[in-house]
Structure formats: C-alpha cells, structure tokens
Antibody, heavy 117, light 110 residues
Framework: QVHLQESGPGLVKPSGTLSLTCAAS?????????WSWVRQPPGKGLEWIGE???????NYNPSLKSRVAISVDESKKQLSLEVNSVTVADTAVYYC??????????WGQGTLVTVSS | EIVLTQSPGTLSLSPGERATLSCKAS???????LAWYQQKPGQAPRLLIY???RRATGIPDRFSGSGSGTDLTLTISRLEPEDFAVYYC???????????FGQGTKLEIK
C-alpha cells in the first residue's frame, strides 16, 4: 500500500517562497511513475500544479509555470514543490499524488498552507 | 485548453436512488484520459474511475463511468449514505501535458 505524506511550513508571508516535500512509503519515488502536486483553495475546486518523472523534465500548469519548481530526490525518496512570489491566492491545501494511466491512484492527506503577513 | 463543465452543481437525492453526474468537455476527448474522483470534507480526493469506465481498486460496482466524445457520465446505481460527497471529473491533455478538473458536483442528501 502506497502512503504519501506532505510536510512543510503552514504559514508563508506574501512575496515569499512556499516549500513543501512529499515522502512516500510502500513505493519508491524513484519508480516508474509520474508524481504530481495538486492544490485546493479553501472551499474551492482542484487545480493541478505540475508533475515530474524521475530523471525527466517537469511539466507545469501554464498558469503557474513562471513561479513553480517541482523536483524529485530519489536518494531521499522525496518529492519537492517550490512556489515563489506567493500571494493570498496561493493559500490552499496542497496534495502530492502518484500518477498512473492519466489519473492519480494515490494521494497524500494534504497540507494547508496559508499566505499571510 | 479543454474546459470541463460538470452538471448539476448540486444534486439532492435520497439513499437508494440512482445518481447521474455529467461532465461535458468543450471538445472531443480521448476516453483514456478521463477520470472521476470523490472527495469528502477534510479528505483528499479518492479515485473512482479512470479511462472513463475502469473502476479503481476497491471501488464498489455501484459506481460506473460511461460516455465518449464530449459527454462523460458517472453513475451511482444505488446511493449509500457514504456516497454523499463532492465529485470531480478530470482530464489529461498531451499538448502540452496538462490536467484539468471540472468544477465539481455536490451530491447531498435530500
């Protein structure tokens, strides 16, 4: 059974950088899967942020591409997300998810990140 | 970019009834690229259907996906109390690689 766990600061100041990691158990982040980040503002719908395949180039949502970086550290078995120049609009629950067959079969529980001064 | 429009926004039904949720795409899609998720308050989304009609592991057979082209449907044949939640459709697009979601349908107890 794959278990994903997001972690990182729950509060980020406007114009700062949001940094999250996702640890996997039950599956290696170095395995043959795409790994994604998805976010959900409070009370709103889901938004795909981007994905990465270990050893490959990431793909990003065009609306966020200029501010986002996703990477995988296979030695640490961690997936990472950075969003820079954050605003209140980046306040959301952030999920990591494991991709397969153009969907996500495994999700982390999510972590709430609030952007506020 | 293909836009997904889900209807209705809210569906009020009773346990035991049949639920039909619609996901309409702004242009024809490859059924392989369409998935459905269930989300309950405070929880992560849960994959129900992928490839438009394939049930994910552990999903009861009362959930089924169908449709093609621009009209995709999630059907819950007989509602159980635990089925009341928000449902999202999701599409993968390859040029450029991109995932989009519908705005969601809230299934509430009548």
């Amino acid at each position: 059974q794959v278990h994903l766990q997001e972690s990182g600061p729950g509060l980020v100041k406007p114009s700062g950088t949001l940094s999250l990691t996702c640890a996997a158990s039950g599956a290696s982040i170095g395995s043959d899967s795409w790994w994604s980040w998805v976010r959900q503002p409070p009370g709103k719908g889901l938004e795909w942020i981007g994905e990465v395949y270990p050893g490959g180039s990431p793909n990003y949502n065009p609306s966020l591409k200029s501010r986002v970086a996703i990477s995988v550290d296979e030695s640490k078995k961690q997936l990472s997300l950075e969003v820079n120049s954050v605003t209140v609009a980046d306040t959301a629950v952030y999920y990591c998810a494991r991709g397969a067959e153009y969907s996500w079969h495994y999700w982390g529980q999510g972590t709430l990140v609030t952007v506020s001064s | 970019e293909i836009v997904l429009t889900q209807s209705p926004g809210t569906l009020s039904l009773s346990p035991g009834e049949r639920a039909t949720l619609s996901c309409k795409a702004s242009q024809s899609v490859n059924s392989r690229d369409l998935a459905w998720y269930q989300q309950k308050p405070g929880q992560a989304p849960r994959l129900l259907i992928y490839g438009a009609s394939r049930r994910a592991t552990g999903i009861p057979d009362r959930f089924s996906g169908s449709g093609s082209g621009t009209d995709l449907t999630l059907t819950i044949s007989r509602l159980e109390p635990e089925d009341f939640a928000v449902y999202y459709c999701q599409l993968y697009g390859s040029s450029p690689p991109m995932y989009t979601f519908g705005q969601g349908t809230k299934l509430e107890i009548k």
